[in-house]
């Protein structure tokens, strides 16, 4: 019964380069939110995805960052020439899809969270 | 705008004492609001959650409140113990906002031996 997993755990880059984080959510469960962590700040949303669709990614940036959820697969944060400002903890959550319109009632699992590096 | 307030930011107590971290957010109108406790370095690990049309949810020596008409929630911890060192984060989930939740910012607790 394995939670959300992320890899990797921890991503070193250098300034310029890609980043690319991954989540796998909780089996079963078709919707993944990312939330940044900034040091000594508190989580930030970022972006929420169903499988193949964006549904609000009004938190992400606006240049530079992407995120897909495909049908078969972990979701993916990509992260394209980094700066020392992207330093931070990227953490995935998922949730199930409930019938009769009350997912916004789910509870959201988080993972352990990729912690990137920016050199 | 809807915000999420924790006070105290940080909170140290000795082994043993029962207390109270608080969380005030600034819109009633919410699906569902969620007490974390995070490790240094680590991920989130989910403690309760309380649905708007609930009032309290316990589970051990946890035990967390809601009251949606003043804005607060309340996270009790019963009988501190050491390994209860860490921040509690406090996150809602309003109506207006879709499934996205909004952290407070936290409380670093730590008890002492």
């Known amino acids: 019964n394995a939670g959300v997993m992320q890899n990797p755990r921890h991503l070193v880059r250098r300034r310029g380069q890609e980043a690319r984080l991954r989540c796998s959510p909780v089996k079963g469960h078709s919707h993944v939110y990312w939330y940044r962590q900034l040091p000594e700040e508190g989580l930030k949303f970022m972006v929420y995805?169903?499988?193949?669709?964006?549904?609000?990614e009004s938190g992400m940036p606006k240049e530079r960052f992407s995120a897909e959820f495909p049908k078969e697969g972990p979701s993916i944060l990509r992260i394209q020439q980094v700066v020392r400002g992207d330093s931070a903890a990227y953490f995935c959550a998922s949730s199930p899809r409930t019938s009769g319109g009350f997912d916004s009632y789910n509870e959201q699992f988080f993972g352990p969270g990729t912690r990137l590096t920016v050199l | 705008k809807q915000e999420v307030t924790q006070i105290p930011a940080a909170l140290s107590v000795p082994e043993g004492e029962n207390l109270v971290l608080n969380c005030s957010f600034t819109?009633?109108?919410?699906?569902?609001l969620q007490w974390f406790r995070q490790d240094p370095g680590k991920g989130l690990t989910s403690l309760l959650l309380?649905?708007?049309?609930?009032r309290e949810q316990t589970s051990g020596r946890l035990n967390a409140s809601l009251d949606k008409s003043s804005g607060r929630s309340t996270l009790y911890i019963a009988a501190s113990q050491p390994g209860d060192s860490a921040t509690y984060l406090c996150?809602?989930?309003?109506?207006?906002?879709?499934?996205?939740?909004?952290f407070g910012e936290g409380t670093q607790l730590t008890v002492n031996p």
């Open positions: 819109d009633s109108a919410i699906y569902n």
């Open positions: 996150a809602v989930k309003w109506e207006t906002s879709g499934s996205r939740l909004t």
């Open positions: 309380i649905q708007s049309s609930q």
């Open positions: 995805l169903q499988k193949e669709n964006i549904i609000d």
